[in-house]
């Protein structure tokens, strides 16, 4: 039987050409320019974490009396993304503060809301 299971199995080198002309042919074709994606570029940038998820996060405090939602990890102009934050998701601006050194402080739960919000932007 572990003959059998061995013999069926592709070694390494069989698979490699194969992957590496399926990718050659992928880059290759052509596309109309139509249908080229378009990179949008903001004043900010979020790095995403180390299991590539967004970096908000919910911070709960006197026994769940006190919700802040953080936003961190943030490079670029930080005000612009609390500015659109306030006009897109109808926080209030008092709300939003800057907590130094690159993230921000929102008052309330809204992690769900700004994590989609951040998808949809391409974050």
Do not use: C
């Not at 940038?45 to 911070?59: C, E, G, H, K, Q």
């Amino acid at each position: 039987m572990f003959k059998l299971l061995t013999t069926r199995t592709a070694t390494r080198a069989q698979i490699t050409p194969r992957l590496i002309q399926n990718a050659f042919e992928s880059t290759t074709s052509a596309t109309p320019v139509e249908q080229v994606p378009r990179f949008v570029t903001y004043a900010y940038f979020l790095a995403r974490t180390a299991n590539m998820s967004l970096p908000v996060y919910l911070d709960v405090k006197k026994n769940k009396a006190v919700k802040h939602t953080l936003i961190q990890r943030i490079e670029g102009d930080i005000s612009k993304l609390r500015k659109e934050l306030s006009d897109e998701l109808g926080i209030s601006a008092s709300k939003i503060r800057v907590k130094p050194p690159r993230a921000l402080k929102i008052s309330g739960d809204h992690t769900e809301a700004i994590r989609e919000w951040l998808t949809t932007k391409g974050f």
